[in-house]
């Protein structure tokens, strides 16, 4: 049965993921490059979630390269693909690919030797019913500023000209949404059509780039944005992938107002984290009454941002808009949680710790640009 909600991205549905990721090698680099996928092969083979993968050569143009894997799900290819030793595994291949491009999919349906491409024959960890999308890519990068200089920060990113939204016949940059919390700073953006295309675009735009240029030296890690290997670097680390996205299906009530809020996980609990407030706004999205209408959860190691369009304050209803409505909810944010991190002690049940949190998590708006606006 489909969900009502009209669901445009999920990493949680429980199917098989499969990973393309297509290379253009330069010229006399392929040696170099079948040694680094030996060491990226023997090092991925021991992740935990990791199925297979293949490495192919086009017979058309042998500077073009396609390395295919398949996992049990997506979450343990997110956790191994943005993490450190992902990092570091990959460093060896930089200097071989002239242009990279990676692609993610569940798997709907497969086709078995001897076995009939039908429904009835999908097999139990296969996801039956497709997601319904509204043609939107979502993304985010998340990074830190050095304590002391998160207003004249804001400052910055806050007073340049917005870059031309149409990036092509089928391309457009929809929303920009910026907030900062203490002195961690994340950017959301909604792409019509094409991501990756729609984020090469913005970073040569000259008003972009001298944002860019003007915020490094408040960074606490130092980036080289005219080094293509540290600006490679900045941004694989910097990425904050949307992992559950959710809209209602009742029609959208004037005034929404979107804000930004931070969950910090305890170690190693930032996936599940993640998981819970996705399948309670996906609840949410069924509840007439539940004041969030639409939201994005995106999730980095331990770090968990949930962007919503809500009606009204967020403490009206705090419960709702933190996604803890429900019995025991409050208990199971509390057990994934970093509450010395967010300054909440004691149990959630309470209101006055709800509150407190609501406060701490409500991450301050620097800027929300449509493309109509």
């Known amino acids: 049965m489909a969900p009502s909600g009209r669901i445009s991205q999920s990493v949680f549905d429980g199917s098989r993921l499969r990973v393309i990721l297509l290379l253009d090698l330069y010229e006399g680099a392929q040696q170099q490059f079948l040694d680094a996928y030996e060491l990226m092969r023997k090092q991925v083979a021991s992740v935990p979630g990791h199925i297979s993968d293949q490495l192919c050569q086009s017979i058309e143009n042998p500077s073009q390269w396609l390395i295919t894997s398949e996992w049990e799900s997506a979450p343990p290819f997110l956790a191994w693909v943005n993490s450190e030793e992902h990092v570091e595994t990959v460093k060896p291949m930089h200097s071989c690919v002239r242009d990279t491009r990676s692609m993610r999919y569940s798997i709907l349906r497969e086709t078995s030797p001897g076995q009939p491409a039908s429904r009835s024959a999908a097999s139990a ?84 780039r001298a944002v860019e240029e003007a915020i490094n030296p408040y960074l606490e ?107 025991g909810k409050a208990a199971e944010l509390e057990r994934l949680l970093d509450g010395a991190a967010v300054g909440v002690e004691g149990s959630l049940e309470t209101e006055r710790n709800i509150n407190r949190l609501l406060s701490h998590a409500d991450m301050l708006p620097v800027t929300d640009r449509s493309a109509h606006s």
């Open 221 to 327: 890690q130092d980036r080289d944005l005219t080094d293509p290997e540290s600006a490679r670097v900045f941004f694989t680390r910097a990425a904050l992938p949307a992992v559950h996205h959710v809209v209602s299906d009742r029609p959208a009530p004037a005034g929404l107002r979107r804000h930004a809020l931070y969950y910090p996980a305890k170690e190693g609990q930032g996936m599940a984290l993640a998981r819970l407030l996705s399948h309670q706004d996906r609840a949410a999205a069924d509840d007439p009454d539940n004041p969030v209408h639409s939201s994005t959860v995106f999730q980095r190691d331990d770090i968990v941002v949930r962007l919503v369009d809500v009606t009204g304050d967020l403490d009206l209803d705090p419960v709702a808009s933190l996604g803890l409505k429900g019995p």
């Open 125 to 208: 960890d296969t996801q039956v019913e497709p997601r319904v999308g509204d043609g939107v890519a979502r993304h985010a990068l998340t990074f830190t500023v050095k304590p002391g200089s998160e207003s004249k920060v804001a400052e910055i990113l806050a007073g340049y000209e917005s870059p031309q939204a149409q990036v092509d016949e089928t391309t457009r940059l929809r929303r920009t949404s910026l907030f900062m919390h203490g002195n961690r700073i994340v950017r959301a953006v909604e792409v019509e059509g094409d991501l990756l295309v729609a984020l090469r675009h913005v970073a040569r735009q000259p008003q972009v």
